[in-house]
T-cell receptor
Framework: AQSVSQHNHHVILSEAASLELGCNYS??????LFWYVQYPGQHLQLLLKYFSGDPLVKGIKGFEAEFIKSKFSFNLRKPSVQWSDTAEYFC???????????FGAGTRLAVHP | GAVVSQHPSWVICKSGTSVKIECRSLDFQATTMFWYRQFPKQSLMLMAT?????????EQGVEKDKFLINHASLTLSTLTVTSAHPEDSSFYICSAVGLDNTGELFFGEGSRLTVL
């Protein structure tokens, strides 16, 4: 069955620390890849997406992600986190490039000042 | 960006009653809407795909008679939880893809259902 795995369920960082959240998926064909963020009390927002082309994707708020096809991974990174990055982050995959999304379990990030 | 709105944002009902949740695309037309369910501290689980003018496609394990979905127009999809029970209590989220189909989904703010 198709699945998305996020390795870290809960991450705690201090401001200015670097962030990397892991995401692996199981699907052998073409995929579209996404990272969504959910700030406390708010709805899901798209951080970045990968459809094709350059595997290093830059998103909003200084986030980036790298698609490594051989590893079935799409890890999210940010060089220096801020307190305002405290949120839950979801990796999602649309197998076959269709719109139906399969979500990972989410990673709850807490950034301390 | 495109806006998707859900109503109500939260609802409390008695066991055995039915509850309708609306999902509207406010500034774009959505041919396809998706309904997700999110349990506390868990990820979003896709329940069904709603296509305008046709029957919804339900994911395996989701009871279509329990969760009625109607997508009567390009801007509105509704989810009705019929004969609700406490185990139906959850956070229900809809998302929509626009006619231009850029591949990006726009999410509503979610509706929290509590069944007493």
């Amino acid at each position: 069955a198709q699945s998305v795995s996020q390795h870290n369920h809960h991450v705690i960082l201090s401001e200015a620390a670097s962030l990397e959240l892991g995401c692996n998926y199981s699907y052998g064909g073409t995929v579209n890849l996404f990272w969504y963020v959910q700030y406390p009390g708010q709805h899901l927002q798209l951080l970045l997406k990968y459809f094709s082309g350059d595997p290093l994707v830059k998103g909003i708020k200084g986030f980036e992600a790298e698609f490594i096809k051989s590893k079935f991974s799409f890890n999210l990174r940010k060089p220096s986190v801020q307190w305002s990055d405290t949120a839950e982050y979801f990796c999602a995959v649309s197998p076959g490039g269709y719109n139906k999304l399969i979500f990972g379990a989410g990673t709850r990030l807490a950034v301390h000042p | 960006g495109a806006v998707v709105s859900q109503h109500p944002s939260w609802v409390i009902c008695k066991s055995g009653t039915s509850v309708k949740i609306e999902c509207r695309s406010l500034d774009f037309q959505a041919t396809t809407m998706f309904w997700y369910r999110q349990f506390p501290k868990q990820s979003l689980m896709l329940m069904a795909t709603s296509n305008e003018g046709s029957k919804a496609t339900y994911e395996q394990g989701v009871e279509k008679d329990k969760f009625l979905i109607n997508h009567a127009s390009l801007t509105l999809s509704t989810l009705t939880v019929t004969s609700a029970h406490p185990e139906d209590s959850s956070f229900y989220i809809c998302s929509a893809v626009g006619l231009d189909n850029t591949g990006e989904l726009f999410f509503g703010e979610g509706s929290r259902l509590t069944v007493l």
